[in-house]
């Protein structure tokens, strides 16, 4: 049986070619490191992979430059509301969460509905009650919001005409907190920011995890695929996969569900079918990436973007990247 791996991502983006770290990058490469050496060890550890998906989202929730948890984008009204989802391969329990507001990590109210079994999916004030009684920790919007998603949102509200822009079209104000300059990376997607985590565990169990705040500018009520299994996670006794992209795509192909379908396949090989998914979203305006973990400990992290934050803790060794190499 393999040992325990932990994967994990920051989100896709961008057209083009890479044009090298921007200022902010080196506190995520920074954050993102942490979460493998911190979760890798409990795994090591024998912590379960359920927990260890849940701890890792937990933590990247909680870095204010990814697009979940504390730093997620703003609506059109600029509000945030955040979107979470969880699943444990052995029996394919599941929970998610859609439009929550008051909660400092969405991902671990979706595990709170995962352990009561029922219902899977909860949304809005609902989530938010139930997430707050299960222990969750309670915040205001001002805990939530960020000067750069302020901004962001501002330069969204000022050259937008229409309400609601895709990700693609979106742009990202991805700049230096202090003197507010706009980076290289001006216009990459928002969706970028995206987290997610998959694990293997001593006991050859896998899960998977995914959170975001969504889109910049996205009209209230609006649902990704971060929250729908099938769609952006999947975690089965094969297969554990977290997506990032423009949401609508990844629904419209279930895309994450359609990965662990084609490695059902004998022979099947994880790298050209996993790519294979990504071109299927493509059409649909869908370009981004995936990461995943098989139960032999084959490992995969693909995107068709210019950049995919992204990381490996597999053999205590642990492995980060942003570009294409």
């Given amino acids: ?38 979760v890798g060890s ?10 260890a998906v849940t701890l890792a989202v937990e933590m990247l929730e909680d870095e204010p430059l990814f697009n979940a948890g504390k730093g997620s984008v703003l ?25 929550v507001k008051k909660v400092r990590n969405p991902i671990r109210v979706a595990n709170a509905i995962l352990q009561k079994g029922w219902p899977v999916m909860l949304n809005g004030d609902a989530a938010d009650s139930f997430g707050i009684e299960s222990g969750v920790e309670e915040v205001n919007s001002e805990y939530l919001i960020t ?82 299994i099938g769609a952006a996670t999947w975690a089965d006794a094969n297969i554990a996969v977290s997506c990032t992209g423009v949401g609508e795509a990844y629904i419209r192909s279930c895309a994450a569900h359609e990965l662990a379908i084609r490695m059902r396949m004998e022979g099947a090989d994880l790298a050209i079918e996993s790519t294979s998914v990504l071109d299927m979203v493509t059409p649909f305006g869908g370009r981004g990436g995936l990461i995943s973990i098989m139960a032999d400990g084959r490992v995969h992290l693909g995107f068709q973007t210019t950049l995919m934050y992204r990381g490996v803790w597999k053999n205590n060794e642990i492995e980060i990247g942003i570009g294409p190499n």
Avoid: Y
């Avoid at 090298?20 to 911190?38: A, F």
């Avoid at 509000?79 to 329990?93: F, H, L, N, V, W």
């Fill in 1 to 38: 049986m393999a040992g325990p791996v932990l994967v994990i991502h920051g989100g896709a983006g961008g057209d083009g070619p890479w044009k090298g770290m921007t200022s902010l990058d080196p506190e995520r490469v920074s954050c993102m490191e942490t979460v493998l050496s911190t």
């Fill in 42 to 51: 409990l795994l090591s550890d024998g912590i379960d992979a359920l927990e």
């Fill in 75 to 99: 609506d059109e009204g600029g509000k945030i509301t955040m979107d979470a989802s969880i699943m444990r391969g052995a029996d394919q329990a599941a929970g998610a969460v859609i439009n």
């Fill in 147 to 228: 000067e750069l998603r302020k901004a962001q949102w501002k330069k969204w509200k000022d050259t937008r005409s229409e309400i609601g822009s895709t990700d693609e079209d979106d742009a990202v104000l991805d700049h230096d907190l202090e003197g507010r300059v706009e980076t290289e990376f001006s216009d990459d997607p928002p969706g970028m920011g995206t987290v997610g985590a998959v694990a293997l565990d001593s006991h050859g169990i896998l899960a998977a995890a995914t959170s975001t705040g969504g889109m910049t500018g996205k009209p209230f009520g609006r649902v990704g695929d971060t929250p729908i």
